[in-house]
């Protein structure tokens, strides 16, 4: 890959190089949305695509954050993970491509391991086409002109139901213009960075459009056992496009990506360890001890890990999508139709150490999936209306492989037992799973807008949905009997009752079933909105809507027969009832706007995940707790009072909790007892409960108090011969502490920071910018998430956050 990176580097410094000869006259028209640098003396018109037709994000009764292409390229945002410090109601955590979440408000999936078996509650939408995989959340930005962070419920506008909001991704289209841009970026830790599109006519009726990107940049965790730098950046994109000018009525768009990921990731860092109900013997001071081990630094910003296994994250997603588009005179018929993949190789270290415990954990997967959507779309004086049809078939197969290596005996097994000191007792143990998905939904959805007055709208809307899942989990184990052979871990056999055969079911079980769901929904929404005032709009949403139901492909629980309990194989739908307040303001000559809202959120059998502790028999499974409620405010504001200086503060106050779960899993500080009798005080080993309530915590991953301000300024300048402005930026970022555990514990809130990035440059009105920046200014130390590793020995690991970086962006527009 770092040869890739090379080839496309020196092919993107030679289009810099050549591109300073052509014109640039419409380079400074190009994504007037950006929140910086524009050059203009009030607030830019922002043109959204949220209501599936063009018009201003100030007349949207919706609330919506709109960042710019530009603006994502100045601040560095070119992912998703990133963009969360330009949006405070946006969530992101990943502890590898395919375990990220994306969640609004606190909502959308659940807080930990992926299962392919659930909806995502947040839609990631591309020019249309609907992302099932949530992984595409990890990969770089790719010519992107605009993104809107759609809040709240959107099934009646959107091809897929997202009960939480969407990520609108719109790239840039084929022009029948020539037109280019390319960037070159240099930073610290080995960051190189290359971005370039051309576009531009190929006759009269077509237009083409190319884009490239590739990031590269090493790891931020030092591996003292193997000397490499891990959790490195390693991302190549493509982007190739055909615009056909049918007629003047009828356009036909033909788009193809592709994008790959290769890095050595995803590794975790020693953070601490807290007692739990184990006996002493089996937590993880003892444990270690037992084997001789110590942690290479128990100060996490050390960044210093020793992890034994192999690490990698190879990672492919791409498609090919039509979407034609005839605008029939009253209104525009809209027909998208795609293909996309996802192919997934893993190699991680399930047991976070550098002890030969669990040697392989990896669940490889290959994902197609099919969208079709029609809609249509009609203005009137009275009467706007969008009706569409939508259908979607994926198809997901996983071969999951655990293994269990020497030191897995010593750390599993009960310390009074012989066989804990027999490492081929639990050396060798493989599970080799083979699970399957096959989903199936359509949708009929539609709204109206009536202006009952010039003031006053009224706008309904429906959707009515079929949803489809037939799943396979199938765990073959197979270990070394107490006679030396290779046998079936198995319930029932001649082997059976072999001693080192009972000691593996502990472990890895087997386990097979055939979970099914399916399923018809009903979701309607009504909005009303008035213009209080030219520049003044006031709207009320209220929302009842589903998400659908799903199947659980990681292992359900067992009876003591082994058989799994089938009705843990599903869960039911969520149910949500959403309402929600706004008003969008704009004032001193349309220099400055504020926006508020205020919502609450009740969801009914929410989709949690939970875990029995085991190392490998169940990581996590899914489940409903009874009810949840996320509420809170927002606000945004930006002023941008001359062409020399704008400045924008958003901000969020977050109340996300369950409101009943009584069968909650427990915190480690009061797991592992295994008894299920409740216990007198935390952390005193003994007896503890099978379940918690948890009614009235907090939900994981949100803050209470989330906020991203920023400005910048500019004066004109004459440089390089050029004349332009020379500019300083800043952009800052604060949120407060949260869970990063299903359960509130002790051991894992992670504390709140703040986080400070600045550039300065020079940029001309032809499309020239050069600006170094540093991001993290005050190499602030934090944590993205910690985790609470399988077993319940105390062990808590972390994924630091990026240290200081810092570097040079060179680009150019013409």
Known sequence: MLRIHAI????????????????????????????????????????????????TSQQVPVAISVIGGEHIDNTGSFNVGRLTQLTPTLQFYSSNPRNSAVNIRGIGVPFGLTNDGIEQGVGIYVDDVYYSRVASATFDFLDVKQIEVLRGPQGTLYGKNTTAGAINITTRQPSFDFEGRAEVTIGNLGFKQAKAAVSGPLSDSLAARLAISSTGRRGTIRNVRTGNWINEQDNLGLRGQLLWRLSASVDVLLQGDFSTQDPECCGTVYVRTGATQRP?????????????????????????????ADLNAGNKIGGVNLRVKWDTGPGTFTSVTAWRFWDWKPANDRDFTGLPITTASNNPSQQDQWTQEFRYAQSGDRFDFVVGLFGFHQQVRTQGLQEQGPAASRWLLNPSSPLASNP????????????????????????????LTDALTIQPGLRVNYDKK?????????????????QLVLFSGPYASDPWIVAQRGVLAPQRFEPQFSAWNFSYDLTASYRLA????????????????????????????????????????????????????????RKATLNLSAYRTEIGDYQALVTNGQL??????????????????????????????????????????????????????????????????????????????????????VSKWSLSWGAEGNLPA??????????????????????????????????????????????????????????????????????????????????????????LTAKIEF
């Open 8 to 55: 496309a580097g020196a092919l993107l410094a030679s289009t810099i190089l050549s591109s300073t000869a052509a014109s640039a006259a419409e380079a400074a028209a190009e994504d007037q949305q950006s929140s910086v640098g524009t050059g203009q003396s009030e607030e830019p018109e922002i043109t959204v695509t949220a209501r599936r037709r063009s018009e």
């Open 280 to 308: 002493l013997n089996r937590q993880f001071a003892s444990l270690a001890a037992a084997q001789g081990y110590t942690v290479p630094s128990t100060d996490p910003f050390a960044r210093v890990t020793d992890l034994d």
């Open 424 to 451: 081929a007792v639990l050396s060798g143990l493989t599970a080799n799973n083979d699970i399957r998905l096959d989903n199936t939904s359509a949708a009929l959805f539609g709204q109206v807008s009536w202006k």
């Open 470 to 486: 037939n799943g396979l989990y199938d765990s073959v184990v197979t270990g070394t009997a107490s006679d030396g052979t290779r």
């Open 534 to 589: 030219p520049d003044i709009h006031a709207f009320a949403t209220y929302a009842h809507t589903f998400k659908s139901g799903g199947i659980n492909l990681n292992g359900v629980p067992s009876d003591a027969a082994g058989n799994p309990l089938l009705a843990a194989g599903t869960v039911k739908p969520e149910k949500v009832n959403h309402y929600e307040v706004g008003l969008k303001t704009q004032f001193w000559d």
């Open 616 to 701: 490998g028999v169940l990581r996590g499974y899914l489940a409903n707790a009874e009810k949840v409620r996320t509420q809170g405010i927002e606000w945004d504001f930006s002023i941008r009072p001359s062409e020399r200086f704008n400045a924008y503060a958003n901000g969020a106050w977050t109340d996300a909790t369950y409101r009943k779960f009584v069968d909650a899993p427990c915190p480690p500080e009061l797991s592992g007892g295994g008894s299920g009798t409740p216990i007198a005080a935390p952390g005193v080993p003994g007896n503890s409960p099978s379940n918690c309530d948890i009614s009235g915590q907090r939900l994981p991953g």
């Open 718 to 807: 004459t440089l390089f011969g050029k004349e332009g402005r020379v500019y300083f930026g800043y952009d800052g970022s604060g949120r407060t502490r949260f869970s990063s555990n299903p359960t509130p514990s002790a051991y894992t809130w992670v504390d709140g920071y703040v986080l400070s990035n600045f550039r300065a440059g020079f940029r001309t009105d032809t499309g020239f910018d050069l600006f170094g920046w540093v991001r993290n200014a005050f190499d602030v130390n934090y944590f993205e998430q910690l985790q609470v590793p399988s077993g319940n020995t105390g062990l808590i690991v972390g994924n630091p956050g990026d240290p200081r970086t810092w570097g």
